[in-house]
């Protein structure tokens, strides 16, 4: 999990683009999610905060918002 994984957010708007920089210590996983929506002034930095359980990271971030990411090698998937 540590690393930086970029790629697109679908179903948010058309153009939104995903960075979340991270650092895994055992199964707790910290680090920084940024977004970004082409054409517009609301993106999003701040921090993340979760846990990966096998494949699956599970993750907060903002005020209250959750994503959870199924990893298979260099590739995540799922919702945020």
């Not at 990966?52 to 959750?66: E, I, L, M």
Request: no cysteine; glycine share 18%.
């Amino acid at each position: 999990m540590t690393g930086v994984w970029a790629g697109a957010a679908h179903g948010l708007s058309a153009n939104t683009r995903v960075q979340l920089q991270l650092v895994q210590d055992g199964a707790r996983v910290t680090g920084t999610i940024n977004t970004s929506v082409s054409g517009m002034s609301n993106a999003y930095s701040g921090p993340v905060e979760g846990s990966v359980s096998g494949d699956v990271f599970s993750f907060k971030y903002g005020r209250g918002a959750v994503g959870e990411l199924t990893v298979a090698g260099d590739d995540m998937e799922g919702h945020l």
